[in-house]
């Protein structure tokens, strides 16, 4: 049992560059978000997804996009990466009936020069 | 909206001494409580959790929590901390009506456990 994966773990990228964070899960889970953590910050929420096909924004939207177009994937898209975009990125997924109770993926270091 | 306050960034403590970690919520609706446990340069683990029913929950290795409706507050403590232990604890609310299932956290709070 896979859980939440997340490819690639570790990208450096350059100003203006763009990328896709991948996650998927096996659980069949109705949703899935994704978060940023920042040091001193905690997890931000970036966007979520309740199922395929619909999204919505979380806090700290600008600069990402994301689709859902199966129930197993959620891809995070940076469409030209700023240095504030550094971060850990988090994938997550949860399932209807479970109190909220969200299991997370191992995160994505992302460093943008 | 909801939002989440750690009040203490670190909190260095010497072995098997007891430790509590502070979390006070707000929100306007009813919440369910969590905290997470993240090690060095790993992901988040669920330590545990408050959905409903009794006020005092356990969860993972040795560690409890009491929900306090009326302070708002979800306390995490331990009675014997070991040098394992040391890693940074995340307080979370969830609202229970959204429809949807995502998280408020806190900045976390940094527990240091020393010999």
């Known amino acids: 049992n896979a859980g939440v994966t997340q490819t690639p773990k570790f990208q450096v990228l350059k100003t203006g560059q763009s990328m896709t964070l991948q996650c998927a899960q096996d659980m069949n889970h109705e949703y899935m978000s994704w978060y940023r953590q920042d040091p001193g910050m905690g997890l931000r929420l970036i966007h979520y997804s309740v199922g395929a096909g619909i999204t919505d924004q979380g806090e700290v939207p600008n600069g990402y996009n994301v689709s859902r177009s199966t129930t197993e994937d959620f891809p995070l898209r940076l469409l030209s990466a700023a240095p504030s975009q550094t971060s850990v990125y988090f994938c997550a997924s949860s399932y209807i009936g479970s109190g909220n109770t969200i299991y997370f993926g191992e995160g994505s270091w992302l460093t943008v020069v | ?115």
């Open chain 2, 1 to 115: 909206a909801q939002s989440v306050t750690q009040l203490d960034s670190q909190v260095p403590v010497f072995e098997e001494a007891p430790v509590e970690l502070r979390c006070n919520y707000s929100s306007s609706v009813s919440v369910y409580l969590f905290w997470y446990v993240q090690y060095p340069n790993q992901g988040l683990q669920l330590l545990l959790k408050y959905l409903s029913g009794s006020t005092l929950v356990k969860g993972i290795n040795g560690f409890e929590a009491e929900f306090n409706k009326s302070q708002t507050s979800f306390h995490l403590r331990k009675p014997s901390v070991h040098i394992s232990d040391t890693a940074e604890y995340f307080c979370a609310v969830s609202d229970q009506l959204s429809g949807y299932s995502t998280l408020t956290f806190g900045k976390g709070t940094m527990l240091l456990v020393s010999p």
